[in-house]
Every structure is written in structure tokens, then in C-alpha cells.
């Protein structure tokens, strides 16, 4: 069966799109689009990382995003999620999945965002960050579903109304040729 994805994008100010799923074991699959790259990348965020994750939430205060690739790569980005994630897989494109995260879990309802676009931060709302992010991420494909459906549909009106029109200016069209074929003679 193929893999099915939600759509979604970022918080931050420069909103970006990608797409995301998750298996039934709880991991986390992110598809992003890089601007020189001609396939976009998809990464897999483990269960266990994110259970980790989860685990350093847990102390009930803000977090910071913390994801900006050049400090993280001299070690000077603050604590935060980005950094959390830097420490799991010292990998930068991999830190800066927390932007992601950020907004599933956001989305979710599994995190709380401080609504800034600068100096983000995330609260831990609740531990069952797999169910209520599996119940977000079926609900996303189910709406996607509908909306598709509905795109679709309307392309269809669209086009039969477009036939319909089409199929009255060539009436008239013939129409008048006779008529000027008549008047001619």
C-alpha cells in the first residue's frame, strides 16, 4: 500500500510546505523540498527519538525552538528543540526538523505555541503525543480526501458548463453561416 501524506507547513515567518506521515509504530516521516535539490528529502524521526523528545518537554516550561543552523554548527545555539534534536543526530538538516515537529504537534494539540513568528517557543500539553498526533494525521488525510473530492467535482461543473458554452457558440456559429450563406446568393 503507498504511503499516504498529510500537507502542512511551518509557523514561522517564512512558511514553509511540506508533507508528513506517520506508521503504525509511531515514527514520523517529514518530506521537504530544498531549493537547489531536485528530489525533495524525506527524513524519518524514530519513535524512541521522539519519546525522548517528549521526556525533555516534560518539565512543564517554554522551550525554544532553537534551530538556527549556523550557531548550531560552532555550538553556540541556546537549549531548545532544535538543539535537543542536534544532540540526538549531529546532523543540521535534521536539528531543523523541530521546525516541523513544531507545527505537528502544534496542529495536534500536543504542544502549545507562543503565536510568535520570532523566538519561538512550545509547552508540553500532553504526554499522549502519539494518539492525539496519529487522530490529527488521519484526520488530515480524511479532510484532504473531502477537499479533493470537492476540487474535483467543481472541475468537472467547470468544465461541463465550459462544454456546454462551447457547444452554443458553435450552434450559433453555424447558425449564422447559413445565414450568410443565404444572404449571399
Known amino acids: 500500500m503507498a504511503a499516504l501524506w498529510s500537507q502542512s507547513h511551518t509557523l514561522g515567518i517564512k512558511q514553509r510546505a511540506f508533507s508528513w506521515r506517520m506508521d503504525s509504530r509511531g515514527n514520523i516521516f517529514i518530506k521537504r523540498k530544498f531549493r537547489r535539490c531536485r528530489f ?19 518539565d512543564t516550561e517554554w522551550k525554544d525552538l532553537a534551530n538556527n543552523a549556523p550557531k548550531l554548527c560552532v555550538g553556540t545555539e541556546k537549549e531548545g528543540i532544535g538543539k535537543f534534536l542536534y544532540r540526538l543526530r549531529p546532523d543540521v538538516p535534521y536539528a531543523q526538523l523541530s521546525s516541523h515537529l513544531g507545527a505537528i504537534f502544534y496542529f495536534s494539540e500536543v504542544w502549545e505555541w507562543n503565536e510568535q513568528k520570532r523566538g519561538m517557543k512550545f509547552l508540553l500539553l500532553s ?37 456546454q458554452e462551447e457547444k452554443e457558440e458553435t450552434a450559433q456559429k453555424v447558425g449564422q453561416t447559413k445565414l450568410s450563406a443565404f444572404f449571399s446568393y
Not at 527524513?43 to 521526556?55: G, Q
Not at 488521519?138 to 461543473?157: H, I, Q
Open 40 to 58: 525533495p528529502r524525506i527524513d524519518k524521526i524514530s519513535y524512541s527519538h521522539l519519546e525522548r523528545l517528549c521526556a525533555f518537554m516534560q
Open 127 to 163: 504526554e499522549d503525543w502519539q494518539e492525539k498526533t496519529m487522530l490529527y494525521y488521519r484526520n488530515s488525510l480524511n479532510s484532504e480526501s473531502e477537499s479533493t473530492f470537492l476540487d474535483s467535482f467543481l472541475k468537472y461543473v467547470e468544465k461541463e458548463e465550459q462544454n
